[in-house]
């Protein structure tokens, strides 16, 4: 047998065993776990003094837990000795400040820091491998939180006494209804209240354009003028794009159609085991690219103002790079919505790709030509597993109480898959090695330059984005030659941050613009000297849109144009929205 065949085989058995093992372990690498661990434990034996330290640390945080047990116990009124994280809410009930709770309470605090101590600043110890073994600690405590456990939560047991037991009934009652519908792949309860096309995604408008991978939706004018330039909005195909179409109070693009701008977005194919060979390229020619050339015709003469939100703003990116490169002078903006083009302190999903793990996940895609959402959602669950795993527990299964389903949650229960070459792609050239930032992507066997761009940009970031950090997003502000680069901070999350709604109550956000030759200054300096407003960070946008647009005194666009080949195919929101 020929010596490529035998390694060809060898590999397919790899493969194999990767994947099953990754199905095990949702997508983790238990090699990468045991090897970060490896090094911290061994990195940790040699280090006397670092021991010494952590027993000290230990005695004399008992002492302090001890002390502030036995004077609360006293009726003494003592400032507690720890305090939780400002994003921790595990223990913000008014229950938690009395005996014995608080004193439960800062015992796992204590724990908490401990395990801080122990798993940071060892010598020797590589940064990546060192907040694995910080991470994994953290998750190991949460799960031990007595917030977890109904003898220990206070609030658990007034909901006890409150309805004589009837939570516990109630919460099997709810797990078991959660693990039926996860069994027959059905969404969360509440869903069927949300469907899109009657109470989601119901902006006026019309399919223009369709290939393999995305549909081009046309959305209807309701003004009677218009500016000229019109928008074309790129999403994220790890999602539906009616996140930015969701109810009508709160769809940015039936928002920004009122406010006299005409607006196409893209809705991406549904990836299955036959699109397995997709790739980066793909997205950008048959994605940005068709829907340009299909904007010019519909449109003709105008620059378009481009806006790309997470995933979708980084193959904007990569599009717009192209086309400075090649002269392309077809944009008259570009926006990016929680979108990176810098992956090198990409946040805590960093933890997650390596060598390893990204050879598991690339077997795991392999088998099954593309990677499913519910693959993907460990690793973000495990981000936020206190908000969305163990509060989740505590309030449905152990208090008996369901939240009720908003649209934004009923848009994220509707999942997609990412293809596997796309997703090897994007994984290896962008997360793992910063090639785009680093100057070395290649489009069609040539780097591109984001330093190429020249044109005005705005971006967003989110206080709470655990998906795209806001100092990731916001160093769009020195890779590029543009004349001007506004970057605005809104409060909230990757999703929640984002679909901020004028008329939404507690948000504001800061803003600033630096232009071409303006001194450059790091995130914490920015938040300085950025100013600060009230309200919905759509306003801003707009504002800055129409600025950087002519006048709104432009009679509509018509929808599509038949005479170059964009007859409109059947009404918004398409039938790529609905692939499953």
Not at 119 to 139: D, H
Not at 300 to 324: E, F, N, R, W
Not at 330 to 349: H, N, P, V, W, Y
Request: charge should be neutral; glycine fraction near 6%.
């Amino acid at each position: 047998m020929h010596a490529d065949t035998i390694s060809h085989n060898a590999r397919a058995v790899d493969r194999l065993v990767h994947a099953t093992m990754g199905k095990l372990t949702g997508g983790m690498s238990p090699i990468a776990l045991y090897q970060a661990w490896q090094d911290w434990a061994s990195h940790a034996s040699c280090a006397p003094g670092k021991q010494v330290e952590l027993a000290e640390n230990a005695v004399r945080n008992l002492g302090r837990v001890a002390m502030y047990g036995l004077s609360r116990t006293l009726g003494q009124d003592v400032e507690p000795p720890y305090k939780p994280l400002p994003q921790d809410y595990r223990f913000r009930h008014p229950s938690w400040q009395k005996m014995p709770w608080s004193f439960i309470q800062q015992s796992f605090l204590m724990q908490e820091q401990w395990w801080h101590y122990a798993t940071t600043r060892i010598p020797g110890v590589s940064p990546r491998n060192e907040n694995m073994v910080a991470f994994g600690a953290r998750q190991i405590l949460d799960m031990f939180s007595p917030t977890n456990l109904p003898y220990l939560n206070p609030e658990v047991l007034d909901a006890m006494r409150e309805t004589k037991g009837r939570n516990f009934a109630q919460g099997v009652k709810n797990w078991l209804e959660d693990l039926r519908r996860i069994i027959n792949n059905e969404p969360p309860v509440g869903a069927e209240q949300f469907k899109v096309g009657e109470n989601l995604a119901t902006t006026p408008g019309k399919v223009v354009y369709r290939n393999r991978l995305m549909e081009l939706i046309q959305y209807s004018p309701s003004t009677k003028k218009v500016h000229p330039e019109p928008v074309l909005v790129v999403p994220a195909w790890i999602m539906k794009y009616y996140i930015l179409d969701l109810s009508e109070h709160n769809s940015l693009v039936r928002w920004l159609v009122g406010q006299g701008h005409t607006v196409f977005i893209i809705s991406w194919l549904n990836p299955g085991p036959e699109d397995r060979n997709l790739s980066m390229d793909d997205y950008r020619e048959m994605g940005v690219m068709d829907a340009l050339k299909a904007i010019n015709a519909i449109v003709p003469d105008q620059k378009v103002h481009a806006a790309g939100y997470c995933l979708g703003g980084t193959i904007l990116s990569i599009a717009a790079a192209t086309m400075a490169r090649e002269g392309d002078d077809r944009l008259a903006s570009m926006t990016l919505i929680a979108a990176q083009t810098d992956f090198k302190e990409a946040g805590e999903l960093m933890l997650f790709i390596n060598e390893s793990q990204l050879t598991f996940l690339e077997d795991i895609m392999w088998e099954q030509g593309y990677l499913d959402a519910k693959q993907m959602s460990g690793a973000f669950m495990m981000l936020r597993s206190k908000d969305l795993l163990w509060s989740r527990l505590v309030n449905e299964y152990l208090k008996g109480e369901r939240p009720k389903l908003n649209d934004l949650m009923a848009w994220n229960a509707d999942t997609t898959r990412m293809p596997y070459r796309m997703h090897s792609q994007y994984l290896r050239s962008l997360f793992l090695n910063n090639d785009l930032a680093e100057g070395r992507f290649e489009v069609d066997g040539r780097p591109i330059f984001l330093r190429d761009l020249r044109l005005p940009i705005f971006a967003v970031g989110a206080t709470k984005d655990h998906v795209a950090p806001w100092p990731s997003v916001f160093k769009i502000r020195r890779l590029t030659s543009s004349p001007e680069v506004t970057f605005c901070l809104t409060k909230g999350g990757h999703n929640a941050g984002i679909i901020s709604e004028p008329g939404h109550p507690r948000r504001d956000y800061l803003i600033h613009t630096r232009h071409s030759g303006d001194r450059t200054y790091s995130p914490e300096q920015w938040q300085t000297i950025a100013e600060r407003y009230e309200g919905s960070w759509w306003l801003a946008w707009q504002s800055w849109l129409a600025q950087h647009s002519g006048p709104c005194d432009a009679k509509p666009p018509a929808m599509g144009n038949v005479d170059a080949g964009y007859a409109p195919l059947c009404d918004a929101p398409g039938t790529y929205v609905f692939q499953r």
